[in-house]
């Protein structure tokens, strides 16, 4: 992943490795004045010893005898080594030489910033300052990620558990075997599994009837089952017939419906209106 942040009208590339934060010096050294090289920061004796001293704390692999020689080259006329033959010869880690989209010389944040200090002392702490403003935004960012699919996860939590009380009950022998003066009961019967006096009497605190309280997915499949009832009226089905027919239909189209992501949506709008 390439973040870019800007450091005083200078935008640097932060590629992140490993869980590592790396800062592109090539783009650090369009803020210098002059012509300046990596490799003249390389040569510095100063430079190699951070370098040897940071990859000695971090580097459990780093070559302790090509180091060697390197420090014992650094600071003469004659001495020149660039990045890629850093890391071939040391196996460092600090220092990366990447090629593509996003190439250049990357170094590990801390390298990165004692890099700054050779573009001006001012730039060193305006790109600490940016860089740990970027990390600041990504922990906002992630924090606001984890409260997102925390929701996410409670929402799901929450919708399954309402799936499960939706889909209609299989009506048992002894209900469908009873006579039903009200049709109206034959159909709350098949998608609730209740009458409407069993309901009034469980429920003596709210008014209206179990139909005033059924969601959308509800009323979309009672709808359906209305035509049906009369549909089967009509071909002289009896009574205790339609009853398990309609069950039967009222627990398929539930199951159906509590997956539809459009009807769900309109269920969590219609509850937030009430």
């Known amino acids: 992943m390439v973040k870019k942040i800007d450091v005083v ?14 800062i592109s010096i090539t783009d650090m050294l369009k803020a210098k004045d002059g012509d300046f090289f990596i490799s003249d920061w390389l040569r510095n004796r ?5 370098l040897g001293i940071w990859e000695q704390i971090y580097n459990p692999n780093f070559n302790y005898g090509e180091f060697a020689i390197i420090k014992s080259q650094a600071g003469l006329n004659s001495y020149k080594v660039s990045v890629k ?7 460092a880690i600090g220092l990366k030489a990447t090629a593509g989209r ?3 010389t990357y170094a590990h ?14 730039f060193k702490i305006y790109l600490i300052k940016e860089f740990q403003r970027l990390k600041d935004e990504e922990l906002r960012q992630s924090g606001w990620d984890i409260k997102r699919n925390l929701t996410k996860i409670n929402y799901r939590i929450h919708t399954d558990a309402i799936k499960e009380n939706l889909i209609p009950p299989t009506l048992t022998k002894q ?3 009873q006579i039903y003066a009200n049709e109206a009961d034959v159909l709350n019967l098949a998608l609730f599994g209740i009458t409407a006096k069993t309901w009034r009497d469980k429920n003596p605190n709210l008014k209206g009837s179990v139909r005033d309280y059924a ?15 009369a549909l089967f009226i009509n071909e002289g089905i009896a009574q205790k017939q339609r009853l398990k027919k309609l069950n039967e239909i009222a627990i398929s189209q539930m199951k159906i419906l509590v997956q539809d992501h459009q009807i769900l949506a309109f269920d969590g ?3 937030k209106e009430d």
């Not at 033959?85 to 196996?91: A, D, F, I, L, Y």
């Not at 969601?215 to 009832?229: I, R």
Request: net charge negative; hydrophobic share 40%; glycine share 6%.
């Open 85 to 91: 033959e850093w890391v071939k010869k040391t196996n």
């Open 269 to 271: 709008r219609a509850s």
């Open 215 to 229: 969601n959308v997915s509800q009323l979309v499949c009672l709808a359906n089952l209305e035509n049906l009832n």
């Open 102 to 104: 996003y190439g250049g």
């Open 109 to 122: 944040k801390d390298i990165a910033f004692e890099f700054g200090m050779w573009i001006s002392p001012e």
């Open 46 to 50: 100063n430079t190699v010893e951070f």
């Open 9 to 22: 009208g200078t935008e640097i590339k932060v590629m992140t490795i490993n869980d590592n934060d790396f």
């Open 175 to 177: 209900q469908m075997n």
